[in-house]
């Protein structure tokens, strides 16, 4: 732990450089770059026994990720704070100077929910640098902090199996090469790629006047936060404050951050076939085929979207009117907005494209429906997982079969290969995991909003718990996609924290460690 710890001091000096730039100070990260690494050696001095096995994986895994994010939220506090006797505050008014806040949003940047607190997302409120910050959280989270270090330091390789088993999103990760670092720098590499593409492809259309305000920052700002599905934007209306052509270059970028990385290896290694065969590719493709269809036919018709804006909502009657001319009747329009938002919550990157807010009852539902079903095994991106679901579907109509033929030997198959029976079990338990947290969550929240006089609806309630469980990011009403999580209480915060540091880590390898046997020799 000390020595990730250590390490994250090296890409602290890219937000370092852009205050640099800004003419803005840079004490928030020489401050935190400085603690990070005298922490870590301090760490790195209790050393004992330097072999890590599959317990001390889930330790490890789990504790760093909450080191690091108790660390990564010093910038924030020094942000609106200062230094006492040395710096004032720059900017006090931050509704990051709170410290259950500044634990939230970097939890939720780390974590790549993209679920916020902050008041106001301008540059009026926080420096670039910080906002840069901000981004850059997501993207180390997004293939994963500890496989980055796997990847790049030679001591933790010795256990680096162990850690990627307990860090890695999905079932179980792939083993590409021979050696797990070279696997680890496999993945990371073709994360690296993607991001640095989709930052070219967002800056062209902005030296092209196809996105007038694509700037080079918001390019960079945007490119480390879509593949790692994470959802952030230095925009206040997110997604929807570019241009239609920015929308549709990032569609497809998100549908890659949603995907199985292994897969682009594959690709890259001259097997351009097997992505079009993997049978968990095709059914992530399909499902957000179907749900765009669908809920494209009603924005175009009219159904998804609401006639009436309510009282109190994050829209008024105007932006609604303006919505249905826009939608209602055209094609591009429709398609576009359901797509974006479709794979935008399956892949649980979060963006928004409109304030879906505006949508009415059925599509809201059906978003809600797509914060359940997550992106492919191996991907950056949260939630059940397309693979669980489909292992699912599967026994259930093997069980279905052998209800009416009880000697059949049916193995359940994935790409063609029987998953194991044990597998199965643990998809099962995940599954069952998850519903139960999520429910007891939702009641558990809705409780301290009534305790607290905090007006939320269930609905609102039950979006919260989803998109911070699943990593999603925005849910709906008060934290729906141009609100934030800024009124619930710190307790309530606190716990949605605990609920993204659970939910990215995939419930188990968080979990264990609470149990007695865990401690048991």
């Known amino acids: 732990m000390g020595t990730v710890l250590k390490y994250l001091a090296v890409p602290l000096c890219f937000p370092l450089?852009?205050?640099?730039?800004?003419?803005?100070?840079?004490?928030?990260?020489?401050?935190?770059m400085a603690v990070t690494v005298l922490v870590g050696a301090g760490l790195e001095r209790l050393a004992d026994d330097p072999d890590i096995g599959a317990r001390e994986g889930f330790l490890m895994v789990a504790v760093t990720w909450l080191a690091v994010t108790i660390v990564g939220a010093i910038p924030f506090l020094i942000e609106a704070h200062g230094i006492p006797f040395v710096a004032s505050p720059i900017h006090p008014e931050s509704t990051l100077g709170n410290p259950v806040n500044a634990l939230f949003e970097t939890m939720s940047g780390f974590t790549t929910t993209g679920a916020t607190v902050l008041g106001d997302i301008s540059f009026n409120s926080h420096t670039r640098g910080i906002m840069m910050w901000r981004q850059l959280t997501q993207w180390l989270g997004g293939m994963g902090i500890v496989v980055l270090a796997v990847a790049i330091l030679p001591e933790l390789s010795v256990g680096g199996a162990q850690l990627m088993d307990a860090e890695a999103p999905g079932p179980g990760i792939e083993k590409l090469t021979p050696r797990i670092a070279e696997t680890a720098r496999a993945l990371w590499g073709a994360y690296l790629g993607l991001t640095v593409l989709e930052i070219v492809l967002l800056y062209g259309l902005y030296v092209t006047g196809n996105a007038p305000n694509m700037d080079v920052y918001n390019a960079i700002a945007h490119g480390l936060t879509t593949m790692p599905t994470g959802g952030f934007s230095p925009e206040a209306r997110s997604i929807?404050?570019?241009?239609?052509?920015?929308?549709?270059?990032?569609?497809?970028?998100?549908?890659?951050?949603?995907?199985?990385f292994a897969l682009f290896w594959h690709v890259l290694t001259g097997e351009p076939k097997r992505l079009f065969r993997d049978t968990e590719f095709k059914s992530y493709l399909g499902v957000i085929g179907v749900i765009s269809a669908i809920l494209a036919a009603m924005l175009f018709l009219g159904d998804g979207l609401m006639s009436v804006a309510p009282a109190g909502e994050t829209y008024d009657q105007l932006y609604l009117e303006g919505i249905r001319t826009a939608i209602i009747g055209n094609v591009e329009p429709a398609v576009r907005q359901s797509v974006f938002q479709v794979v935008s919550i399956v892949t649980t990157t979060g963006y928004a494209s409109i304030d879906f807010n505006a949508w009415s009852a059925p599509t809201q539902y059906g978003l809600l429906f797509a914060m359940f079903i997550g992106g492919s095994g191996g991907s950056t991106g949260g939630a059940i997982k397309i693979v669980r679901w489909y292992v699912i579907v599967k026994s259930l109509r093997r069980e279905l079969f052998t209800t009416s033929h009880p000697e059949a030997v049916r193995p359940v198959r994935l790409a063609g290969r029987a998953v194991d029976e044990r597998a199965i079990r643990g998809i099962y338990a995940f599954t069952l995991l998850y519903l139960v947290l999520f429910f007891v969550s939702t009641g558990l929240l809705h409780l301290d909003a009534a305790r607290t006089g905090f007006d939320v609806s269930i609905l609102e309630t039950m979006s919260a718990v989803a998109a911070t469980l699943g990593n999603v990011g925005p849910g709906f009403g008060v934290v729906g996609p141009m609100g934030s999580y800024l009124d619930f209480s710190n307790g309530s915060k606190l716990y949605m924290v605990l609920l993204m540091w659970v939910g990215r880590l995939e419930i188990l390898p968080v979990l264990v460690i609470f149990t007695p046997e865990y401690w048991r020799r």
């Open 240 to 260: 929807e404050a570019f241009s239609a052509a920015a929308q549709w270059v990032i569609i497809p970028f998100m549908v890659a951050a949603g995907t199985n």
């Open 17 to 32: 450089v852009v205050a640099l730039y800004y003419g803005e100070s840079v004490l928030p990260f020489v401050v935190t």
